[in-house]
T-cell receptor, first 113, second 116 residues
Framework: GDSVTQMEGPVTLSEEAFLTINCTYT??????LFWYVQYPGEGLQLLLK?????DKGSNKGFEATYRKETTSFHLEKGSVQVSDSAVYFC????????????FGQGTTLQVKP | NAGVTQTPKFRVLKTGQSMTLLCAQD?????MYWYRQDPGMGLRLIHY???????AKGEVPDGYNVSRLKKQNFLLGLESAAPSQTSVYFC???????????????FGPGTRLTVL
């Protein structure tokens, strides 16, 4: 079945450091891919998405490119801020019309001043 | 618009007690979902609904029941709570979509449930 694997955390960075959170997936067909962010004590919010191969999603300085050849959707940011401290979830939606998402286990990011 | 709201925010139950979690959305979304979030396991789908009066099982449905009597509400019930159901529960909703569509899910703030 479909699955998503994220790099294990926690990831601890200093402010202005470069961020990469790896995400790989297994799916049949052509899934849509998402990154969600969860700030402490809150629900999940969509950060960015990509719906077909080679698409690049971007938002708030974060970027991820849908790589079908490597089945990956790695999240990157050039310069992190303390306010980026959160849990990041990679997710996919496969074929079918139910809209169900398959989530990775989440990666905790802590940014220190 | 309030978006997706969940009631209650926190609850403590004893083993064997029952309760209902309420999810409400004001975005006229067709699809609604219940997830549970456990440490190191991401979010797992419990049940979902693709329209008023419909429900379907997700990845981890055992021990839960759901109802979607009104389009804007999706109820999650625990008939006899067990300690294994201690978790944070999230409701989400989205527009209906064609196969492979990129419509996002909108999440509620969560309900933290502890079963003693």
């Amino acid at each position: 079945g479909d699955s998503v694997t994220q790099m294990e955390g926690p990831v601890t960075l200093s402010e202005e450091a470069f961020l990469t959170i790896n995400c790989t997936y297994t799916a049949t067909g052509y899934p849509s891919l998402f990154w969600y962010v969860q700030y402490p004590g809150e629900g999940l919010q969509l950060l960015l998405k990509a719906t077909k191969a080679d698409d690049k999603g971007s938002n708030k300085g974060f970027e991820a490119t849908y790589r079908k050849e490597t089945t990956s959707f790695h999240l990157e940011k050039g310069s992190v801020q303390v306010s980026d401290s959160a849990v990041y979830f990679c997710a996919l939606r496969g074929s079918g019309n139910t809209g169900k998402l398959i989530f990775g286990q989440g990666t905790t990011l802590q940014v220190k001043p | 618009n309030a978006g997706v709201t969940q009631t209650p925010k926190f609850r403590v139950l004893k083993t064997g007690q029952s309760m209902t979690l309420l999810c409400a959305q004001d975005m006229n979304h067709e699809y609604m979902y219940w997830y549970r979030q456990d440490p190191g396991m991401g979010l797992r789908l419990i049940h979902y609904s693709v329209g008023e009066g419909t429900t379907a099982k997700g990845e981890v449905p055992d021990g839960y029941n759901v109802s979607r009597l009104k389009k804007q509400n999706f109820l999650l019930g625990l008939e006899s709570a067990a300690p294994s159901q201690t978790s944070v529960y999230f409701c989400a909703s989205s527009y209906s979509m064609p196969s492979g569509g990129g419509n996002e899910q909108f999440f509620g703030p969560g309900t933290r449930l502890t079963v003693l």
